[in-house]
């Protein structure tokens, strides 16, 4: 199994808003940060905007902050709402057809796998993954 790159990022820019804690940080400064695209960055940003993970400031000085403290954060809750699915394999799926489902114990093993992912990653919280602004090794324009 492996997240997709929008999740991936997702984290990342929360990982950066944490780090910067006292001030807004714009999608231009984590786009030269992380090397990734702005226009990507900018769905990221809406998205967790909507999920209420960060704030939107708009205006000439805006940005982005958390919505919320780190330590409330859940990376299971961030990867779930960032994930477009938990199809493992077909028939996880709603179009499932697998013609040994009924007796394949293969989901069921899987479907433990799932929950134990989603059980580690529900443990832990974004102030787990605090970095400080210096570990970032770019400097933001005053």
């Excluded at 231009?28 to 990221?44: C, D, G, P, T």
């Amino acid at each position: 199994m492996r997240l997709t790159n929008f999740s991936d990022y997702s984290l990342r820019l929360l990982m950066y808003a944490a780090a910067q804690e006292d001030r807004l940080i714009t999608i231009e400064e984590a786009s030269e940060v992380y090397n990734l695209s702005r226009a990507h960055l900018m769905k990221i940003a809406n998205t967790l905007t909507r999920a209420g993970y960060l704030k939107a400031v708009r205006g000439r000085s805006g940005g982005l902050a958390l919505a919320k403290p780190p330590h409330k954060i859940k990376l299971g809750d961030v990867i779930r709402a960032t994930e477009p699915d938990f199809t493992l394999v077909e028939c996880f799926g709603t179009d499932n057809e697998c013609i040994i489902s009924r007796c394949c114990r293969l989901r069921g093993i899987l479907h433990e796998g799932l929950e134990a992912f989603n059980a580690v990653l529900d443990k832990y919280t974004l102030a787990d993954l605090m970095l400080r602004p210096k570990d970032f090794g770019v400097r933001p324009a005053a």
